[in-house]
């Protein structure tokens, strides 16, 4: 296991030892079962594990697998809501989906009762509705520039992988019913087939735990990547965006995440977990082996610990962890 930083710095640094605890704490914890239905992710390896967090003063500090790739999955459906609010503007997204915590599975068959739209767009429902909602903006242009973005977002020039979108788009049947549905809603403007299309490309872009981190620090950057100083989001989009990640971004553990662990955050059956502490760290956790409701059992156990050390939780009002946080992102 190994430490890296975009900065360089004294070593070891205090996030480096508190990773490696973290990682030495729950390598052995092998609870859980990789995602079978979509086939090419029941391939990962099940022992992969990786933590990296990333500040907004540049430096990046991993440990275990940090530089392993796997597929963002549902991660992605935070940045193209991020996007969708910046090149349609707020009252125009929310149209097409709610800001609702939905208490159901992230791909459930339900939409809010009233409004005939999907609860939120981080369940499978709203986030093909923004899907939808770039290609009607962006016309055939809107993958390449979803993968721009993502890529400025971390630092580097990211890529789809092929095998797992060709497996996402022979298997996503229920992500079809979806579609369909929402276009007899009149919620989804454009074809099912070039909506699921967006959608299944976006959640096979190739991440590796510290790709994750620095697109958490980017989005805790108020959307300007802190080592390239690029602009990769517009800011009062990355607002919105991070408030809805605080609520709705665990699937149906949304309540109680924000209850334990108190950081924006979204997860995504690849295994990662992004968590965002605003204006200092993007957080990232990679390991496979899933709970129940499609999040990574590692991941949890690896954020209540480094939220306990850290004093993270966004109202823990007595613990000094903020403050001390503060003197180590620089």
Not at 113 to 134: C, D
Request: negative net charge.
């Amino acid at each position: 296991m190994m430490s890296s930083q975009s900065v360089p710095s004294a070593s070891p640094h205090e996030f480096d030892r508190l990773l490696e605890s973290i990682h030495s704490a729950h390598r052995d914890n092998r609870a859980g079962a990789l995602a079978d239905y979509i086939p090419e992710l029941a391939k990962a390896s099940p022992d992969d594990f990786g933590l990296a967090i990333a500040t907004v003063g540049g430096r990046l500090h991993i440990a275990g697998d940090a530089e392993v790739p796997f597929t963002i999955q549902s991660i992605s459906k935070a940045f193209t809501f991020c996007l969708a609010l910046e090149l349609t503007g707020r009252d125009t997204v929310l149209t097409r989906v709610g800001v609702e915590p939905s208490g159901d599975a992230f791909n459930a068959i339900i939409f809010d009762a009233v409004g005939k739209k999907p609860f939120n767009p981080m369940v499978n429902a709203g986030a093909i509705t923004i899907a939808g909602l770039l290609c009607e903006t962006l016309g055939a242009s809107a993958f390449d520039f979803v993968l721009d973005r993502f890529s400025q977002a971390a630092g580097r020039p990211l890529t789809l992988d092929e095998t797992v979108y060709r497996s996402e788009a022979e298997t996503g049947h229920r992500n079809r019913a979806i579609a369909h549905l929402l276009l007899a809603n009149d919620v989804l403007k454009v074809s099912p087939d070039e909506a699921l299309d967006l959608y299944f490309r976006q959640c096979s872009i190739r991440v590796t735990a510290s790709d994750l981190a620095r697109m958490g620090a980017t989005l805790a950057n108020m959307g300007e990547n802190p080592v390239t100083g690029r602009a990769a989001f517009e800011l009062r989009a990355v607002r919105n965006t991070l408030a809805v990640m605080f609520t709705c971004g665990m699937y149906d553990y949304a309540g109680n995440w924000a209850y334990d662990i108190g950081v924006p955050a979204k997860s995504g059956v690849g295994g990662g977990i992004l968590g965002v502490v605003n204006r200092q760290l993007g957080i990232a956790t990679y390991s496979p082996r899933l709970d129940a409701r499609g999040n990574s059992v590692r991941g949890i156990a690896s954020f209540e610990m480094l939220g306990e050390e850290l004093g993270l939780h966004a109202f823990d009002c007595t613990n000094m962890g903020s403050s001390f946080v503060s003197t180590l992102i620089r």
